[in-house]
């Protein structure tokens, strides 16, 4: 007999050889028939899965994260089934779920048509075929593969261990390599919609063949689709390159090249205010300025590791004598030579660095994503030199700043938290030791339970010199993106002869804290962009405030307010066209102006504005010195 922990702590026994589905059964027939997939001592596996010894089992539904990742798989191969029928030429890549849906990569010459592909797959649905997994050895695998001239496959399964036993997916007249988990049959993905069809290449390098991307979203109910599309078209609306462009803050070129945007005027307004803010609230909390070199000579990176752990991620240069350059990826090797410029004692500590830093990182082709994901950017970064008894009040500290810098955006509630940590199955990737690692670890998650922040684990991801707290957001399309930084270095300080001379007049090795307060400005800006809708708060805002005359005949008075306002500080345009009010009014609503004052007859006669406020309409007539004073305090509150 075994025993099984479920998520409630109840216990229950079975005889061994019981599979996951048989332990839904004995709980609830409805909970079966609802059940995806399942955890077994945290692993996902399939309702098929056997077990045959003591484990904790959590049974997932379309309630589930994963429980819906379960369903998706489904619907992406039954995808790529309806393909096959269509298309039978067409070759396989891969069809994984995702965050907000799933995709199938198919190599096709034809044209694919959404609408029937579409049609089909609920054909498939209507079938109800049932799913059956089995196993092969690697060689009966790559047979299968060659046989079915499935090459996409095949190079798949030739990278697998040789000794692995590998899965297989059928249903009806289709076949896929695939680890799972899947559905029992066809008939519960009922209500499907392809979104759309893009290029993508062959595991996302721009070397190898571009093949064809098939998106899409399914439900167990109709209703469930249709507030979904609905989202997705607000995400549409959202959008950071569509909105970016429409409100002329950035643009791209061909010319200039992929991952390379150009901040247009509106939009370099929105990230020079948002620099000012950080560098400022820096230097409120003892943070000094360095400016460094935008590259360096490999010797740099060879010393600080990344030479070694990052060089695919760096551009390279070189000069007539050979020596090889690179352009910065990150900023601490340049910080932590002026901090070794002169000798330091425990008195100095700690020391704050921070610097606007424009960096370089040669990202894939298949990878570049707006503002979002870019080869050239700019960063608050800055690094925190502090003794072992000053680290976790500097870490506390470098929370408490960027805790501030979200609140103030407004982002705070859509945020999640990451503890990333290192692979220690993949040793080569890091440096330093497993015993270092694990209580540099240790110290960092003590850190992060004394701050009371809500993490999830993340083994593998973090930075080749130390763990880190990684700030995500989702953009408008469910795509997780890390936006700001925390990381605990016990390494590099070693790396680089780092000292500081202690109350014992000893030499000791400090700890060294990596850091962004805002994180990436372009990131940051496509963020905000998708999180407003473009209607920036007012203090962010590139334009504040936009007069609109009736007439040219009050353009005396309008220059006058203009110069008043601009005085003050307030960003102003004049909108002098000949157009009918109605229609400037609309023209400023759709720039997402906040504040728009009409010029007529009587606002000229009694020297006054007629105010109309993006979000609450008309708000009536004053006198222009009572509207500064409303929109400075408005703007020095950072109200949102």
Same mark, same amino acid.
């Given at each position: 007999?075994?025993?099984?922990?479920?998520?409630?702590?109840?216990?229950?026994?079975?005889?061994?050889?019981?599979?996951?589905?048989?332990?839904?059964?004995?709980?609830?027939?409805?909970? /079966?028939?609802? %059940?995806? *997939?399942?955890?077994?001592?945290?692993?996902?596996?399939?309702?098929?899965?056997? #077990?045959?010894?003591?484990?904790?089992?959590?049974? @997932?539904?379309?309630?589930?994260?994963?429980?819906?990742?379960?369903?998706?798989? %489904? /619907?992406?191969?039954?995808?790529?089934?309806?393909?096959?029928?269509?298309?039978?030429?067409?070759?396989?890549?891969?069809?994984?779920?995702?965050?907000?849906?799933?995709?199938?990569?198919?190599?096709?010459?034809?044209?694919?048509?959404?609408?029937?592909?579409?049609?089909?797959?609920?054909?498939?649905?209507?079938?109800?075929?049932?799913?059956?997994?089995?196993?092969?050895?690697?060689?009966?695998?790559?047979?299968? +593969?060659?046989?079915?001239?499935?090459?996409?496959?095949?190079?798949?399964?030739?990278?697998?261990?040789?000794?692995?036993?590998?899965?297989?997916?059928?249903?009806?007249?289709? %076949?896929?390599?695939?680890?799972?988990?899947?559905?029992? *049959?066809?008939?519960? $993905?009922?209500?499907?919609?392809?979104?759309? @069809?893009?290029?993508?290449?062959?595991?996302?390098?721009?070397?190898?063949?571009?093949?064809?991307?098939?998106?899409?979203?399914?439900?167990?109910?109709?209703?469930?689709?249709?507030?979904?599309?609905?989202?997705?078209?607000?995400?549409?609306?959202?959008?950071?390159?569509?909105?970016?462009?429409?409100?002329?803050?950035?643009?791209?070129?061909?010319?200039?090249?992929?991952? @390379?945007?150009?901040?247009?005027?509106? =939009?370099?307004?929105?990230?020079?205010?948002?620099?000012?803010?950080?560098?400022?609230?820096?230097?409120?909390?003892?943070? $000094?300025?360095?400016?460094?070199?935008?590259?360096?000579? *490999?010797?740099?990176?060879?010393?600080?590791?990344?030479?070694?752990?990052?060089?695919?991620?760096?551009?390279?240069?070189?000069?007539?004598?050979?020596?090889?350059?690179?352009?910065?990826?990150?900023?601490?090797?340049?910080?932590?030579?002026?901090?070794?410029?002169?000798?330091?004692?425990?008195?100095?500590?700690?020391?704050?660095?921070?610097?606007?830093?424009?960096?370089?990182?040669?990202?894939?082709?298949?990878?570049?994503?707006?503002?979002?994901?870019?080869?050239?950017?700019?960063?608050?970064?800055?690094?925190?030199?502090?003794?072992?008894?000053?680290?976790?009040?500097?870490?506390?500290?470098?929370?408490?700043?960027?805790?501030?810098?979200?609140?103030?955006?407004?982002? +705070?509630? &859509?945020?999640?938290?990451?503890?990333?940590?290192? &692979?220690?199955?993949?040793?080569?990737?890091?440096? !330093?030791?497993?015993?270092?690692?694990?209580?540099?670890?240790?110290?960092?998650?003590?850190?992060?339970?004394?701050?009371?922040?809500?993490?999830?684990?993340?083994?593998?991801?973090?930075?080749?010199?130390?763990?880190?707290?990684?700030?995500?957001?989702?953009?408008?399309?469910?795509?997780? &993106?890390?936006?700001?930084?925390?990381?605990?270095?016990?390494?590099?300080?070693?790396?680089?002869?780092?000292?500081?001379?202690?109350?014992? =007049?000893?030499?000791?090795?400090?700890?060294?804290?990596?850091?962004?307060?805002?994180?990436?400005?372009?990131? %940051?800006? +496509?963020?905000?962009?998708?999180?407003?809708?473009?209607?920036?708060?007012?203090?962010?805002?590139?334009?504040?405030?936009?007069?609109?005359? #009736?007439?040219?005949?009050?353009?005396?008075?309008?220059?006058?307010?203009?110069?008043?306002?601009?005085?003050?500080?307030?960003?102003?345009?004049?909108?002098?066209? !000949?157009?009918?009010?109605?229609?400037?009014?609309?023209?400023?609503?759709?720039?997402?102006?906040?504040?728009?004052?009409?010029?007529?007859?009587?606002? +000229?006669?009694?020297?006054?504005?007629?105010?109309?406020?993006?979000?609450?309409?008309?708000?009536?007539?004053?006198?222009?010195?009572?509207?500064?004073?409303?929109?400075?305090?408005?703007?020095?509150?950072?109200?949102?």
């Amino acid at each position: 007999m075994i025993k099984i922990t479920l998520k409630d702590g109840n216990v229950l026994e079975f005889e061994a050889g019981v599979s996951v589905l048989d332990v839904a059964i004995s709980i609830s027939e409805g909970l /079966a028939r609802n %059940t995806t *997939s399942a955890l077994v001592n945290n692993e996902l596996v399939d309702v098929r899965h056997i #077990l045959n010894e003591d484990a904790s089992l959590e049974l @997932l539904t379309l309630s589930n994260k994963e429980g819906m990742h379960a369903y998706w798989h %489904t /619907a992406a191969h039954m995808l790529a089934q309806a393909v096959k029928r269509l298309y039978p030429t067409a070759k396989f890549a891969i069809g994984p779920a995702i965050d907000n849906g799933f995709y199938y990569d198919f190599d096709v010459e034809e044209n694919l048509d959404l609408d029937k592909i579409q049609a089909e797959m609920k054909k498939i649905a209507k079938e109800n075929i049932k799913i059956e997994r089995y196993t092969l050895s690697r060689d009966e695998a790559l047979a299968w +593969a060659k046989e079915s001239g499935e090459i996409y496959k095949e190079e798949l399964i030739s990278e697998l261990p040789e000794d692995a036993e590998i899965s297989f997916y059928r249903q009806g007249d289709f %076949t896929d390599l695939c680890a799972g988990p899947h559905l029992q *049959s066809t008939k519960t $993905v009922k209500y499907t919609k392809l979104l759309n @069809l893009a290029g993508a290449y062959w595991r996302g390098s721009e070397k190898n063949k571009m093949l064809k991307r098939v998106y899409g979203v399914s439900f167990d109910k109709a209703s469930i689709l249709e507030d979904h599309l609905e989202k997705l078209e607000d995400a549409k609306k959202r959008d950071h390159n569509k909105l970016g462009k429409e409100l002329k803050l950035f643009t791209t070129s061909p010319e200039i090249g992929q991952g @390379l945007p150009l901040l247009m005027p509106k =939009g370099a307004k929105i990230v020079q205010l948002l620099q000012r803010f950080v560098e400022d609230e820096e230097e409120k909390r003892g943070y $000094v300025l360095t400016k460094t070199p935008l590259m360096a000579k *490999s010797d740099l990176y060879k010393k600080s590791g990344h030479w070694d752990h990052y060089q695919e991620g760096m551009f390279k240069l070189s000069d007539d004598d050979e020596q090889i350059y690179a352009l910065r990826p990150m900023t601490c090797p340049f910080q932590f030579t002026i901090y070794n410029a002169d000798g330091k004692s425990y008195r100095d500590l700690p020391i704050r660095y921070g610097e606007t830093s424009t960096l370089f990182r040669n990202e894939s082709s298949g990878e570049m994503h707006g503002l979002i994901r870019v080869r050239q950017f700019t960063i608050s970064e800055g690094h925190l030199v502090v003794t072992p008894e000053q680290l976790e009040d500097e870490f506390k500290g470098v929370v408490d700043l960027i805790d501030y810098m979200m609140d103030t955006l407004g982002i +705070a509630e &859509d945020v999640t938290y990451q503890f990333s940590k290192w &692979d220690p199955n993949n040793k080569d990737k890091y440096i !330093g030791d497993a015993k270092t690692w694990e209580s540099t670890q240790d110290e960092m998650r003590n850190i992060l339970n004394h701050l009371n922040i809500d993490f999830v684990e993340a083994e593998g991801e973090a930075a080749f010199y130390g763990p880190k707290l990684d700030i995500q957001f989702k953009n408008v399309h469910g795509k997780e &993106d890390t936006i700001i930084t925390v990381q605990i270095d016990f390494a590099l300080a070693e790396k680089f002869d780092m000292s500081y001379v202690d109350k014992d =007049g000893e030499k000791k090795r400090p700890f060294i804290i990596h850091r962004t307060s805002i994180g990436c400005y372009e990131r %940051t800006l +496509a963020m905000l962009i998708e999180k407003y809708a473009g209607a920036f708060p007012t203090w962010l805002a590139p334009v504040q405030v936009k007069i609109l005359p #009736l007439s040219d005949k009050y353009d005396d008075y309008v220059y006058e307010l203009k110069n008043e306002l601009q005085k003050a500080g307030i960003r102003v345009e004049l909108d002098l066209r !000949g157009e009918k009010i109605g229609y400037k009014i609309r023209e400023a609503q759709l720039e997402k102006v906040p504040y728009m004052l009409v010029i007529g007859e009587n606002e +000229a006669t009694n020297k006054e504005i007629a105010i109309r406020s993006r979000k609450d309409g008309d708000l009536g007539s004053k006198k222009i010195e009572e509207f500064i004073k409303e929109i400075k305090t408005e703007i020095n509150e950072k109200r949102r």
